[in-house]
């Protein structure tokens, strides 16, 4: 007598449950793809800081900085010291910024600061970008 009352109503419940818990997990895979992709962008954004960093010290262990320019050649390379970072690059360009005199009541001798600008931008993978820049000023004597 029990059965015929019974219509699968535990079959159709069992079913929403699958489908409840379904829907669960694929916004679970979602949710950590894209926290994945979140953090990878993270990691390319660190690595073109990195290389905007490393274009800046590079130019300043170049050490060729020449007031009468008006820009320094552009140096551009890929920094290849591994294979995973072969995407990493940065440009890096210095410009003169002109010459002052020596601070008041300098007793050494007769100086001049050579001021400089060293605008650098790294680059990685998925576009992105990092532009420093950094000034420099170099003393050097007086040509008077």
Do not use: C, W
């Not at 109503?9 to 950590?32: D, K």
């Not at 100086?111 to 950094?134: L, P």
């Amino acid at each position: 007598m029990m059965r015929k009352q019974q219509h699968g109503a535990a079959l159709v419940v069992g079913l929403m449950l699958l489908v409840i818990l379904t829907l669960l997990a694929i916004s679970g895979m979602n949710t950590a793809t894209t926290e994945l992709v979140m953090a990878g962008n993270e990691q390319f954004q660190a690595r073109a800081f990195q290389a905007a960093e490393t274009g800046i010290e590079r130019v300043i262990a170049a050490g060729t900085f020449n007031p009468v320019t008006t820009t320094l050649p552009t140096v551009s390379l890929a920094v290849t010291n591994q294979p995973t970072t072969q995407d990493d690059k940065y440009e890096a360009t210095t410009r003169p910024r002109g010459t002052t005199g020596a601070p008041p009541n300098f007793t050494i001798g007769a100086f001049t600061s050579e001021h400089f600008e060293i605008a650098s931008q790294g680059t990685s993978a998925r576009n992105a970008t990092s532009t420093h820049t950094q000034g420099l000023f170099i003393l050097a004597p007086s040509s008077n």
